[in-house]
């Protein structure tokens, strides 16, 4: 099937609008293969240290920076395009610091 009758395909999907909650991280470089079977991640976030990612999560794509790193609930992993993540998804407020219950 050709990509142009895939599109036209696709047209008639219903649509899903998302409303879970994610972990996520902001890209900053991605490094070099190692002889472990992936990569490090890095972030733009000084105090995040780089994660370890196995080669088959850049199967599908190469995130560049600016991209985010995704986690799941279920603690799945994967690679979100900058533009498609922050279309998507908003910043959640911390939750408060509730001072302790003493009876």
Do not use: T, W
């Amino acid at each position: 099937m050709s990509d142009e009758a895939v599109a036209e395909v696709i047209k008639e999907y219903p649509s899903y609008k998302c409303h879970k909650v994610v972990k996520a991280a902001q890209i900053s470089h991605i490094g070099s293969p190692d002889g472990d079977g992936g990569r490090y991640v890095y972030f733009i976030n000084p105090d995040y240290p780089p994660i370890f990612c196995p080669e088959a999560m850049f199967a599908r794509r190469l995130p560049v920076p600016g991209d985010y790193l995704v986690v799941y609930r279920d603690d799945y992993k994967s690679f979100s395009p900058k533009s498609e993540f922050e279309d998507g998804y908003s910043l959640e407020p911390p939750l408060p610091v509730l001072p302790a219950y003493v009876p």
